[in-house]
C-alpha cells in the first residue's frame, strides 16, 4: 500500500511539474502558441537575412532585387521563398524596401494565431496587421 501512495504521489509531482514548466511556457509573441517560438525565430532570422541581401543588391546594382533572383544569385542561402508555412515577399520603392512573411489564417475557433512580420531598411522586425 505503501508503494502505491508513493507512486501516487510521485505521479501529482510529475503533473505539476509538467503544467508548470511546459503548460505555461513563455511565447515570442502574444497568442502565439508556445511550439511556434522555434519557427518564428526562423522567420526573423530568414527576414534579416532576405532584408541584408537586398541592401546589398540596392548598394551593389543601384536597384531591389526579386527574391527569386536572390535565391538564384547565391546571395541568399535559402533555396525556396518560405518556412514551415510562412511565405516571403520583398516590395520596393524608391530605393527603400520591405520584406514580409505571412502565414495562412489559423483556423475558425483556433486559439493560436500567425503574425505577419515584416523588416524594412531600419532592419527591425515588426509586426503588421
Known amino acids: 500500500?505503501?508503494?502505491?501512495?508513493?507512486?501516487?504521489?510521485?505521479?501529482?509531482?510529475?503533473?505539476?511539474?509538467?503544467?508548470?514548466?511546459?503548460?505555461?511556457?513563455?511565447?515570442?509573441?502574444?497568442?502565439?502558441?508556445?511550439t511556434q517560438a522555434i519557427s518564428l525565430t526562423g522567420v526573423r532570422a530568414?527576414?534579416?537575412?532576405?532584408?541584408?541581401?537586398?541592401?546589398?543588391?540596392?548598394?551593389?546594382n543601384g536597384h531591389c532585387a526579386t527574391l527569386e533572383e536572390m535565391i538564384s544569385s547565391n546571395a541568399l542561402s535559402m533555396s525556396r521563398p518560405e518556412r514551415d508555412g510562412y511565405t516571403y515577399s520583398v516590395a520596393c520603392s524608391d530605393g527603400n524596401f520591405s520584406v514580409t512573411a505571412r502565414h495562412a489564417p489559423a483556423p475558425a475557433g483556433s486559439?493560436?494565431?500567425?503574425?505577419?512580420?515584416?523588416?524594412?531598411?531600419?532592419?527591425?522586425?515588426?509586426?503588421?496587421n
Open 46 to 60: 530568414d527576414l534579416l537575412q532576405i532584408a541584408q541581401a537586398e541592401r546589398a543588391a540596392i548598394a551593389q
Open 1 to 34: 500500500m505503501k508503494a502505491f501512495i508513493a507512486i501516487l504521489v510521485a505521479c501529482a509531482v510529475g503533473a505539476v511539474v509538467y503544467e508548470v514548466t511546459l503548460k505555461r511556457m513563455p511565447v515570442t509573441d502574444q497568442g502565439t502558441a508556445p
Open 111 to 128: 486559439p493560436i494565431r500567425y503574425p505577419t512580420l515584416a523588416m524594412d531598411q531600419s532592419m527591425e522586425v515588426r509586426e503588421i
